[in-house]
């Protein structure tokens, strides 16, 4: 598979984890985020696919893009995957709350400019 394919490969799953948590996570507070395990736990999952994906991402898209925060989401991935114990909810929270809206605004437009570009409707 071409660079260009892979790339376009991780941005979409990056999309579609960042759509799933502001699913996951609408009409919900804070409160309703803490205690729920479930809830954390799918948002946990969905905030590491995006780390993992962005991760893979050939460095020279990131270095064409940097509107995308790469490193702050792969640090995530970073402590998710690795440092799961230190996992605090009220900042997860903030990143699924604030952050990942901003991104899927920010992906949304590379991801259909790299499908109409290969001619993918």
């Known amino acids: 598979m071409s660079k260009d394919k892979e790339d376009r490969a991780y941005l979409w799953d990056m999309l579609a984890a960042a759509r799933t948590v502001s699913e996951f996570i609408q009409g919900k507070t804070l409160k309703d985020y803490q205690e729920n395990l479930m809830l954390r736990s799918a948002v946990e999952r969905q905030v590491e696919i995006i780390g993992e994906a962005a991760r893979k991402v050939s460095r020279s898209f990131k270095v064409e893009n940097p509107q995308i925060p790469w490193r702050p989401i792969q640090a995530q991935r970073h402590v ?7 996992i605090i909810a009220e900042r997860l929270w903030l990143v699924a709350f604030d952050n990942v809206p901003k ?14 570009d290969d001619g993918i409707e």
């Open 103 to 116: 991104l899927v605004n920010l992906l949304t437009p590379l991801v259909e400019s790299l499908s109409l």
């Open 80 to 86: 998710l995957a690795h440092e799961y114990g230190e």
